[in-house]
């Protein structure tokens, strides 16, 4: 099956610094990746999609200027959380569509710890 | 706005018991649904869609438009399916909402 990997797999940060997370597809092109974020023992909130070669797309409530999301090429999105601060600290996920599928498939996870 | 409801955040069930893990949608057009399963210290993965009306591992799901629900079920439970079940639909272009899970823990 297509895979997904994040990269790291966790960090930790100091308050006032960025971070950068890295979201591949392995095996297939993905022209959409999507960004969510899970707080301990809740769901998944989606925070934006990340569209190849254009802007990301944010959900309502989500800071576009803190989470800046990049997606360089149909294999890479990252996120970076600028300024990071305790708040921050949370389970981040991604997931990939193969440019003709319609299944998502998930990253690992990232957990970012801002201290 | 499109939401997806999982009233239970626990259900604990002994092994070969019957499971029903429930789901509620509120979306004013057709749904496409689906459940994920995240087995522990696994990624999240695709268990089934109702498009495909498929069984997998013994799980179904039916939709029920009249009564707005998705519920998950498996008839005998197995300790193997312990893990944390999330129901979800598609909004857009490959969006999916998320309930808020439902942890199943199947006891020996």
């Known amino acids: 099956g297509a895979v997904v990997s994040q990269h790291p797999s966790w960090v930790i940060c100091k308050s006032g610094t960025s971070v950068k997370i890295e979201c591949r597809s392995l095996?297939?092109?993905?022209?959409?990746m999507f960004w969510y974020r899970q707080f301990p023992k809740q769901s998944l909130m989606l925070m934006a999609t990340s569209n190849e070669g254009s802007k990301a797309t944010y959900e309502q409530g989500v800071e576009k200027d803190k989470f800046l999301i990049n997606h360089a090429s149909l294999t890479l999105s990252t996120l970076t959380v600028t300024s990071a601060h305790p708040e921050d600290s949370s389970f981040y996920i991604c997931?990939?569509?193969?440019?003709?599928?319609?299944?998502?498939?998930f990253g690992q996870g990232t957990r970012l710890t801002v201290v | 706005a499109q939401r997806v409801t999982q009233p239970e955040k626990l259900l604990s069930v002994f092994k070969g018991a019957p499971v029903e893990l429930k789901c509620n949608y509120s979306y004013s057009g057709s749904p496409e649904l689906f459940w994920y399963v995240q087995y522990s210290r696994q990624r999240l993965q695709l268990l089934l869609r109702h498009i495909s009306r498929e069984s997998i591992k013994g799980f179904t799901a039916d939709l029920n438009k009249g009564e707005t629900s998705f519920h998950l079920k498996k008839p005998f439970a197995q300790e193997e399916d312990s893990a944390m079940y999330y129901c979800a639909s598609r909004r857009g272009y490959n969006k999916l909402i998320f309930g808020a899970g439902t942890r199943l823990a199947v006891h020996p």
């Open positions: 997931s990939a569509v193969p440019e003709k599928g319609t299944e998502a498939f």
């Open positions: 095996d297939f092109q993905a022209t959409t």
